[in-house]
């Protein structure tokens, strides 16, 4: 069946229950959200026992089976958990949910959760026979991008508005956090009544809880935001990242920035070296035009500094890192 969203589901769900659901995916707060909508629902329309069956090493398949064939004593209907948190069945288990796709028990509700699946663990056998006759939600990362959406529904569900100069303040509070996000959106629900909140009450109320990713780094300097990167490295600092774990990333991007350049240069496809370089998402998207931005002057001096910021973590030049780093990364996003 096709993949929905978390909200999707949530949605289809008054409209009767399918016997197989499988929810998967890296925002851990959706993918909940959308498993207790799925329970509250079961118990609703009569499905009164509940059995988890979690998989860890050592499981014994043999449970499932059982589960599957046991009748209980006390409901006449059942919602079965299978839980896989590292995502990785294993041969005896990819063929019981293969199994269990094929024949699901009846006058249950089958509930699959998984983590982030890398792309062969989505095109495994076992994935995709549960995939094609389940009810799918796969729960993605809310970025920068999607989050202003995600608190302008959450808010109106509440009956609350905010203007955009207010919206802008709140995402650079809780960027990376999700489930801090929506701490703070019931808080608002609890300290301010319907209609809009002012930028003067949000910042009486909304604590900064943003957690930012080393990984992220680069897209807010390739789009060319200096705030959010000078934010962003602060943040990592504060929260105790190694140094040289952050140099690392923005290394590695410089370098993804002078290879693209000679590729296009020698007149190659900008999509083979996009594969080449695993340029996938957002950094797919930015990298041509901060290359375009940035100029092969500039790269060069920012590999020079690299290679300075190295020194100071080692202790053999005089100098703070993170604010030769912050230096760096204004550089790269002016």
């Not at 009956?159 to 995402?171: N, T, Y």
């Not at 890192?321 to 230096?327: D, E, H, N, S």
Request: charged share 25%.
């Amino acid at each position: 069946m096709p993949s929905l969203s978390p909200d999707a589901l949530i949605a289809a769900l008054g409209k009767g229950l399918a016997p197989l659901y499988l929810i998967h995916g890296e925002e851990a707060l959706l993918a909940l959200e959308a498993a207790d909508a799925l329970r509250q629902a079961a118990r609703e329309q009569g499905y009164q026992e509940r059995e988890v069956l979690t998989v860890e090493a050592g499981f014994d398949w043999s449970q499932l089976r059982d589960a599957m064939s046991s009748v209980s004593l006390f409901a006449e209907r059942k919602l079965l958990e299978i839980r896989i948190p590292n995502g990785k069945p294993g041969t005896e288990g990819a063929e019981a949910l293969q199994q269990l796709a094929a024949q699901p028990p009846q006058d249950t509700v089958t509930l699959i959760t998984l983590p982030k699946l890398e792309r062969a663990q989505q095109q495994s056998k076992w994935f995709q026979a549960l995939e094609k006759l389940a009810v799918t939600a796969e729960a993605r990362l809310v970025g920068r991008a999607e989050l202003p959406g995600w608190i302008t529904r959450r808010l109106k569900a509440q009956g609350q508005v905010l203007g955009g100069e207010a919206l802008a303040f709140f995402v650079d509070r809780v960027e990376g956090n999700l489930l801090a996000a929506r701490q703070e959106v019931d808080k608002l629900a609890l300290l301010y009544p319907a209609g809009e909140l002012t930028l003067e009450q949000l910042r009486a109320a909304v604590a900064n809880v943003a957690r930012f990713d080393v990984f992220h780094l680069s897209e807010s300097w390739l789009a060319g935001d200096v705030p959010r990167v000078l934010r962003m490295l602060d943040g990592l600092m504060a929260e105790g990242e190694a140094p040289v774990l952050v140099l690392w990333s923005l290394t590695e991007d410089v370098r993804m920035l002078l290879r693209l350049r000679q590729g296009l240069k020698d007149g190659r496809n900008a999509r083979d070296m996009a594969r080449e370089l695993r340029l996938w998402g957002d950094k797919q998207r930015l990298a041509e035009p901060a290359l375009r931005r940035i100029g092969p002057r500039k790269l060069m001096t920012a590999l020079d500094e690299c290679a300075r910021i190295d020194r100071q973590i080692k202790g053999v030049e005089v100098g703070d890192p993170w604010q030769t780093m912050r230096g760096l990364a204004g550089l790269l996003a002016a």
